[in-house]
Nanobody
Framework: QVQLVESGGGLVQPGGSLRLSCAASGSIFRLYVMGWYRQAPGKQRELVATITSSGGTNYADSVKGRFTISRDNAKDTVYVQMNSLKPEDTAVYYC?????????WGQGTQVTVSS
């Protein structure tokens, strides 16, 4: 059973930076697409970024140029570096892994951008 554990969230001022990590259990991590999503209060969960097994990336327009997704297959971990944070980036951030016939989600980590 694959499990994902996010970390790195917290409170940051506008313009600040955070790096979120998502550690996966299981050696299959390196074979599949990983993603970061977020959900703000009262809103639907939305895509932040995805990364393929070979490192190809895709970003939501709202985070392009500010966020960078990366993965370390040796550590079974995916990251998102978030710079120039805005109050509208406030949300619970979730990582996921897309397996054949299934999508596994982490428990989420809160990011709050506020002065």
């Amino acid at each position: 059973q694959v499990q994902l554990v996010e970390s790195g969230g917290g409170l940051v001022q506008p313009g600040g930076s955070l790096r979120l990590s998502c550690a996966a259990s299981g050696s299959i991590f390196r074979l599949y697409v990983m993603g970061w999503y977020r959900q703000a209060p009262g809103k639907q969960r939305e895509l932040v970024a995805t990364i393929t097994s070979s490192g190809g990336t895709n970003y939501a327009d709202s985070v392009k140029g500010r966020f960078t997704i990366s993965r370390d297959n040796a550590k079974d971990t995916v990251y998102v570096q978030m710079n120039s944070l805005k109050p509208e980036d406030t949300a619970v951030y979730y990582c996921n892994i897309r397996l054949p016939g299934d999508i596994i989600w982490g428990q989420g980590t809160q990011v709050t951008v506020s002065s």
